[in-house]
């Protein structure tokens, strides 16, 4: 019965970590402010596509809960390159939600912004950036004066990216977890030396 049970333990250990072996290749960096780790996608790509690749990290696109955690993405990662966040409208035009923490109230929207533009209300010349569908997704590190001084906020865009960044499909977007992902080796290792000492106690 012991022996049962170590290893119905040991493989509760092993199963939320085992499928993140990918998310090695890639460089954290871990805030004590929220205590979570973060690190860019590796592929330049529409929103849905940051998406999709956080998810297989095992994380989401991350969720910025307030200044703080905002200033210090700014200072981990280029202050001044824009970045996909995990901010959207897309399912409801003007209720925007965040795809990994729904609970966060923090914004900082440029002036003017979220303003959804569309070929149809782009000023002439500039609907060659946008789509009919509108801007449902966020970026941040969106360089705009802000009383008399330039600041870094958000700014709603297309899913293909702003407008500076489409002939090359897209920007990077910042991935945020709770863990570190280790490799599946690892974590089974380390489940066979617990079992193991638990048969020798026996």
Same mark, same amino acid.
């Given at each position: 019965m012991r022996i049962f049970l170590a290893m119905v333990l040991s493989l509760l250990g092993v199963l939320p970590f085992a499928h993140n072996d990918e998310a090695l290749a890639y460089q954290w960096f871990f805030n004590s402010?929220?205590?979570? +780790? +973060?690190?860019?996608?590796?592929?330049?790509?529409?929103?849905?596509?940051?998406?999709?690749?956080?998810?297989?990290?095992?994380? +989401?696109l991350v969720t910025i809960n307030d200044a703080a955690e905002e200033a210090w993405l700014r200072q981990t990662f280029d202050s001044e390159y824009t970045y996909w966040i995990g901010f959207t409208d897309g399912n409801q035009e003007g209720n925007w939600v965040w795809v990994g923490d729904p609970s966060s109230t923090y914004t900082n929207w440029a002036p003017g912004e979220p303003n959804n533009m569309t070929i149809d209300t782009a000023e002439p010349g500039w609907e060659q950036y946008q789509t009919r569908d509108g801007e449902h997704f966020a970026i941040m590190n969106w360089i705009v004066p802000v009383d008399g001084e330039w600041k870094a906020c958000w700014n709603d865009v297309p899913n293909l990216g702003p407008w500076f960044a489409q002939a090359g499909g897209g920007v990077l977007g910042i991935v945020e977890a709770t863990y570190v992902p280790l490799p599946g080796s690892f974590w089974l290792f380390s489940s066979a030396c617990g079992l193991l000492a638990l048969l020798k106690r026996r």
């Open positions: 402010g929220s205590g979570h +780790y +973060y690190t860019l996608t590796e592929n330049v790509g529409h929103w849905t596509d940051a998406v999709t690749e956080a998810q297989s990290l095992g994380g +989401y």
